[in-house]
């Protein structure tokens, strides 16, 4: 299987940004659906943005629509996923995953095949 390494987690306040990033390491043999998926203690896995193969297409949950936007670099198999007006309620693992399937809208949780370790996002209130 692929591997994912996800980046850039740390503290902010309430209302600042940050961008996490998340590389696909050796070889693959299809373009990856690619999205990020959120975990909070006590709390379920949530959706948070998923983007095709080719990054024609996003998708986000609906508690970060219009705040947060997926993209992907192709070129250096680098998925990014910048958060702008962080609310504490984001605090949460970040994880990154991938699908071998195209993109549907909505995704389910399930069609993610890969996972990275995720990274920590803690935002201030």
Not at 40 to 67: C, L, M
């Amino acid at each position: 299987q692929v591997q994912l390494v996800e980046s850039g987690g740390g503290l902010v306040q309430a209302g600042g940004s940050l961008r996490l990033s998340c590389v696909t390491s050796g070889r693959t043999k299809y373009q990856y659906t690619m999205g990020w998926v959120r975990l909070s203690p006590g709390k379920d896995r949530e959706f948070v943005a998923a983007i095709s193969g080719v990054g024609a297409t996003t998708t986000y949950g609906d508690s970060v629509k219009g705040r947060f936007t997926i993209s992907r670099t192709n070129a250096n198999n680098t998925l990014y996923l910048q958060m702008n007006s962080l609310k504490h309620e984001d605090t949460a693992v970040y994880y990154c995953a991938a699908s071998r399937r195209a993109l549907s809208v909505p995704i389910q949780l399930v069609e993610f095949e890969y996972w990275g370790q995720g990274t920590q996002v803690i935002v201030s209130s």
